[in-house]
């Protein structure tokens, strides 16, 4: 399957601006939280633990995994995402050129299989898991980042963004659909955080706001952090 068939967007068009995003304030407040809700979900101890990440792009969250002391492997549709992320020289981590849709590894390959916004932007989301599901070793965890459907931030640049931009091909999930999708497949943790205010004066105060919102089950937030227990 060629990338215009396996993603939803060209993500080659992104791959020399992407990770601007995380340069912002806005953006790297979104990293800030997204990255708290993800620790929850990975076990306490990763040395010597095999991770891999489906839709890695320019291995922003790859260096994140590995940091955190997975032995990660990268991959994704994008020649040019991955160009960029090796171009980043991370240590122990290595990038392919590959689609999720049938990943290149034997059954059981990993400890760990994760995919950070990347769901949103597969043509065969149940096909991408499946293969995820195949390729991580049992007893053992898939670990999702999921743009939400609910919030409104997200559903703001669906209708304003560009046709051409990859929120305007995204299939975004709200919590209780991702639910849903993933029960049949083993057990399911979700919770929701992202609550970055919309002025921009309010974002330093962001780390105050998004655990209130989530204690009093707020839904809404920008991101969605599972985890699939197989």
Same mark, same amino acid.
């Given at each position: 399957?060629?990338?215009?068939?396996?993603?939803?967007?060209?993500?080659?068009?992104?791959?020399?601006?992407?990770?601007?995003?995380?340069?912002?304030?806005?953006?790297?407040?979104?990293?800030?939280?997204?990255?708290?809700?993800?620790?929850?979900?990975?076990?306490?101890?990763?040395?010597?633990?095999?991770?891999?990440?489906?839709?890695?792009?320019?291995?922003?969250?790859?260096?994140?995994?590995?940091?955190?002391?997975?032995?990660?492997?990268?991959?994704?549709?994008?020649?040019?995402?991955?160009?960029?992320?090796?171009?980043?020289?991370?240590?122990?981590?290595?990038?392919?050129?590959? @689609?999720?849709?049938?990943?290149? #590894?034997?059954?059981?390959?990993?400890?760990?299989? !994760? &995919?950070?916004?990347? *769901?949103?932007?597969?043509?065969?989301?149940?096909?991408?898991?499946?293969?995820?599901?195949?390729?991580?070793?049992?007893?053992?965890?898939?670990?999702?980042?999921?743009?939400?459907?609910?919030?409104?931030?997200?559903?703001?640049?669906?209708?304003?963004?560009?046709?051409?931009?990859?929120?305007?091909?995204?299939?975004?999930?709200?919590?209780?659909?991702?639910?849903?999708?993933?029960?049949?497949?083993?057990?399911?943790?979700?919770?929701?955080?992202?609550?970055?205010?919309?002025?921009?004066?309010?974002?330093?105060?962001?780390?105050?706001? @998004?655990?209130?919102?989530?204690? #009093?089950?707020?839904?809404?937030?920008?991101?969605? !952090? &599972?985890?699939?227990? *197989?």
């Amino acid at each position: 399957m060629n990338e215009s068939k396996a993603s939803r967007f060209d993500f080659d068009l992104l791959a020399d601006s992407y990770d601007n995003w995380y340069a912002g304030r806005r953006g790297a407040m979104y990293d800030r939280l997204e990255k708290k809700l993800i620790v929850d979900f990975l076990p306490a101890k990763a040395e010597g633990k095999k991770l891999l990440e489906v839709g890695c792009g320019t291995g922003h969250w790859s260096r994140f995994f590995r940091e955190y002391g997975f032995e990660v492997t990268g991959l994704d549709t994008s020649e040019r995402m991955i160009n960029a992320a090796l171009q980043k020289n991370i240590v122990n981590v290595s990038f392919l050129i590959a @689609d999720g849709h049938l990943l290149p #590894f034997a059954n059981d390959s990993f400890d760990l299989t !994760a &995919a950070i916004t990347t *769901l949103e932007f597969v043509r065969d989301t149940e096909a991408v898991l499946r293969e995820m599901i195949r390729c991580t070793r049992k007893p053992g965890r898939i670990l999702l980042g999921v743009l939400n459907g609910l919030s409104k931030a997200n559903r703001q640049r669906q209708r304003q963004d560009s046709p051409k931009s990859p929120y305007a091909a995204a299939r975004l999930f709200s919590p209780v659909e991702l639910k849903e999708f993933l029960e049949p497949f083993g057990q399911v943790e979700i919770t929701v955080g992202g609550f970055v205010p919309a002025q921009s004066w309010l974002i330093p105060f962001a780390p105050l706001v @998004d655990p209130i919102a989530r204690i #009093f089950g707020g839904q809404k937030g920008a991101f969605i !952090a &599972a985890v699939l227990k *197989l």
